[in-house]
């Protein structure tokens, strides 16, 4: 059975700090992606990733950065987390991209800024 | 560039009601069409897909038919139940990536 494990259903953290959100697949995907999702925009690509070291921006970038050290493992990281960060992030993995190819998502971090 | 347009939820519908979900789309080639699917407190997961024009992608009752004509793909059942309560997301696949639509939420009740 494919699996993609975010390492945390719900987090809450303080404006200013630091926040890691880990993603692990197990399926030997080159692909992965991080999502926000927002009541009435639905998901929005933050960044994404083809290869070991490699990622692209995205659609809404700003405030985040992401890290691929291993294939399995792709790391969203907020500098210094803000309010308006507070959302629903969705990690995802696919296999070396075409057109028709199927992304598979992990069940989400609900992340909460306060 | 890439954009999707869903219409505007909730749906509200009584068991065994016909179910329409509207879909449109922008896209420069020649995109894959999805329909993924949220249940309360999940992910994502793949309902159905379409590659090519004149396509029909179904799974679990639902079906799509890919429109180049008039750029949609729209989700029909014709017997809805309680457990199709979800959101239900359309998107396109390109070369890099998928490009999602709003969301519309579908409640179902006996």
């Known amino acids: 059975d494919v699996k993609v494990t975010q390492s945390s259903r719900y987090l809450v953290k303080r404006t200013g700090e630091k926040v890691f959100l880990e993603c692990v697949q197990d399926m030997d995907h080159e692909n992965m992606f991080w999502y926000r999702q927002d009541p009435g925009l639905g998901l929005r690509l933050i960044y994404f990733?083809?290869?070991?070291?490699?990622?692209e921006k995205g659609d809404i970038p700003e405030g985040y950065s992401v890290s691929r050290e291993k294939k399995e493992r792709f790391s969203l990281i907020l500098e210094s987390a803000s309010t308006n960060q507070t959302s629903m992030y969705l990690c995802a993995s696919s296999p070396r991209v075409t057109a028709n190819t199927e992304a598979f998502f992990g069940q989400g971090t609900r992340l909460t800024v306060v | 560039g890439n954009s999707v347009t869903q219409m505007e939820g909730p749906v509200t519908l009584s068991e065994e009601a016909f179910l329409t979900i509207n879909c449109t789309y922008t896209?420069?080639?020649?995109?894959?069409l999805f329909w993924y699917v949220q249940y309360p407190g999940e992910g994502l997961q793949l309902l159905l897909k379409?590659?090519?024009?004149?396509d029909k992608g179904s799974n679990k009752g639902f079906e799509a038919t890919y429109r180049k004509e008039t750029t949609s793909f729209h989700l029909e059942k014709g017997s809805v139940q309680v457990s199709d309560s979800a959101v239900y997301f359309c998107?396109?696949?390109?070369?890099?990536?998928?490009?999602f639509g709003t969301g519309t939420r579908l409640q179902v009740t006996l």
């Open positions: 896209a420069t080639g020649y995109p894959s």
């Open positions: 379409a590659t090519k024009a004149d």
């Open positions: 990733s083809y290869d070991v070291k490699m990622k």
């Open positions: 998107a396109l696949g390109t070369a890099s990536k998928l490009t």
